[in-house]
């Protein structure tokens, strides 16, 4: 007995100096006297540079014009790349089974959708871990303050819960440009990658824009999306099939030896490098494909007398640009109601990313300020930075407007980034981050006071922070602009008929809005529709898409500005006929 009691008095001491020393530690923590092991990102595991002959990079989310472009360069560049398909709404059922509650709409549609691509490779027999070293993923990522920045961490939970554990997800950071997001050499950016990434974002943005312009005036129906499939294909097979430029394959004589030599190499190599630049910019093969394509594109037959309302689409990145259910198939469901969809080009993005860049560099001077030694320092490394920017921002709108006048010259082109900011300052701080921060407000303003469109939609996925932000704006926005159309659609994995139904209303306004307006701008010619219409027979070029017609100020619809332009042609070919029959007559009675 005394043994089995001293027994169990030691084992109640050790009971209560565990407890003791549990509750002190807890109660050190909580009063922070002991630092923590904070949470560390997991180590993504190498894309190395002697796998890329044998790893396929996998991305998609955008329009099919981009993704087919950027294919090509990757293709062309020596990579291994697939398409993602456009995800649909079996997609965003397998992101929410295998991700997170509570994510954002792009997410779930993205991640199910690769989801569902790698399950797909598994059923045709490549097995899971051939799949998880053979495969990546090039995504965008951001550390923005909304759920974009989670998108990363999400992408990797729900492949993990998928079974596809290690599965790699490549970055490219959206405030930092392109990127890779861990410095990985298997992904390397050379000079011809980020020049036909360049030429790829342009002439994608361009094909859009006019793709969308083009159709809902055809006259042979099917004949735009066939003309501009071809026409994509010819562009890409250009970026992937162009041979790199090499200076020492350019050069012969004296010149090729010079450069050849060991202590000359920075030379070669400055020189190799603007070559090419210039190449990939202003090299025949590409002038050509974009002149061929402008030519293929030009010979659809167009309508332009039909009253078709042009809606501007605005709102978050991704739902603007996604062409399929993670928009409600919306820019289709738009022309098929009787409208003209005025879409938002990527260029404007980059455009606004390097725009802030610009303020935000301006911040962090004022900050460094504060110390007097520093001042100078400051000041210098602020003026580089800011010299660089504005370079940026000159070379970007040109060789974005340079791509638009060799596909035709009828793209919109790019909105001044600072007469967006100045429409936005009153109601959106131009320093609230996430998303397109204050463009949406901008926009919206722009487009309307300078009468380029009938009704505005912003297309945002549900309960995105930033559009919920300036759709809170945009409330001030309609009172000021009482006859602003404007209509905020939140998109999700379902509610597309409840969607739709709220477009239609909203539709219904803006078609008696542009109906209204043709006739006004009709009855202002004091010629009859037919006599239009006959005038254009006789005038094949007034059939073509790139025929420009100048733009009127206070009207938006193409048919009111096509019937104007006319007319007034009409009008010079009668002065000059009855100008021509009296020098006729004249020189008769001579």
């Known amino acids: 007995m005394p043994s089995s009691s001293s027994g169990s008095n030691v084992l109640e001491k050790q009971d209560v100096n565990a407890f003791l020393q549990a509750e002190r530690a807890r109660l050190s923590i909580q009063a922070g006297l002991v630092q923590l092991h904070h949470f560390k990102k997991p180590v993504e595991r190498s894309f190395k540079a002697e796998e890329r002959e044998k790893v396929t990079i996998l991305f998609g989310g955008l329009t099919w014009k981009h993704e087919k472009l950027i294919q090509a360069v990757f293709k062309g560049c020596g990579y291994k790349c697939d398409i993602v398909p456009t995800p649909d709404v079996a997609a965003f059922q397998a992101g929410k089974e295998y991700g997170n509650n509570g994510q954002c709409n792009p997410t779930y549609f993205t991640v199910g959708n690769l989801v569902q691509y790698l399950q797909n490779l598994e059923k045709q027999g490549i097995p899971r871990e051939d799949i998880i070293n053979n495969y990546v993923f090039f995504t965008a990522g951001s550390c923005g303050p909304c759920r974009f ?19 790699r997800v490549l970055l490219f950071q959206q405030q930092e440009g392109i990127k890779a997001g861990s410095g990985e050499p298997g992904l390397k950016f050379t000079v011809d990658f980020g020049m036909g990434m360049l030429n790829a ?3 994608g943005d361009t094909l859009q824009d006019l793709i969308h312009q083009i159709r809902p005036y055809e006259v042979n129906k099917g004949e735009t999306d066939k003309i501009f499939g071809e026409v994509g294909d010819e562009i890409a097979a250009c970026l992937r099939d162009r041979p790199p430029y090499e200076i020492l394959e350019s050069t012969k004589g004296w010149v090729n030896r010079y450069l050849s030599r060991p202590e ?14 210039r190449e990939n910019l202003y090299g025949k093969v590409w002038l050509d494909a974009l002149e061929n394509s402008r030519q293929k ?4 037959d167009v309508d332009r007398t039909r009253v078709r309302p042009i809606v501007k689409i605005t709102g ?3 739902a603007q640009t996604t062409e399929g259910d993670g928009n409600f198939n919306m820019f289709r469901f738009l022309e098929r109601e009787g409208a003209q969809v005025l879409v938002e080009p990527i260029a404007t993005w980059v455009a606004y990313l390097l725009y802030q860049a610009k303020f935000n560099a301006q911040r962090r001077k004022d900050v460094q300020q504060y110390s007097t030694q520093k001042k100078f320092a400051a000041e210098i490394a602020y003026h580089k930075k800011a010299f660089g920017l504005a370079l940026g921002e000159v070379m970007w709108q040109h060789f974005y407007h340079r791509v638009i006048r060799k596909l035709g010259g009828i793209t919109h082109e790019l909105v001044p980034q600072p007469e967006l900011d100045k429409l936005a300052h009153p109601f959106y701080n131009r320093y609230a981050r996430g998303g397109e921060g204050h463009l949406e407000v901008g926009k919206n303003v722009y487009y309307t006071i300078h009468h380029l469109c009938h009704m505005v939609l912003a297309l945002k996925p549900f309960g ?25 659609i ?28 043709f006739e006004q701008c009709l009855e202002k010619t004091g010629k009859s529709l037919n006599q239009i219409r006959d005038y254009i027979e006789d005038h094949p070029e007034l059939k073509r898409p790139f025929y420009k ?13 096509f019937v104007l332009h006319v007319s007034g042609r009409m009008e010079r070919d009668s002065g000059l006929f009855r100008r021509s029959r009296v020098r006729v007559k004249e020189s008769v009675a001579a």
């Open 149 to 167: 920045g989670m998108y990363e961490a999400e992408y990797r939970f729900a492949l993990q819960n998928a079974g596809f554990d290690g599965f």
């Open 201 to 203: 974002l342009h002439a």
């Open 264 to 277: 000359k190499k920075k030379l070669k190599n400055t020189l190799n490098t603007l070559g090419k630049i």
């Open 297 to 300: 594109m030009n010979s659809i």
């Open 316 to 318: 978050e990145f991704w």
């Open 464 to 488: 995105c922070m930033p559009s919920t932000q300036s759709d809170g704006a945009q409330s001030a926005v309609i009172n000021r602009y009482k006859d602003m159309i404007f209509l905020p």
């Open 490 to 517: 939140e998109t999700s994995g379902e509610g597309e008929v409840n969607a739709h139904s709220r477009v239609q209303m909203a539709l219904g306004e803006a078609k008696a809005k542009a109906k209204l307006e």
């Open 549 to 561: 017609v100048p733009h009127v100020e206070g009207i938006a619809g193409t048919a009111a500005q």
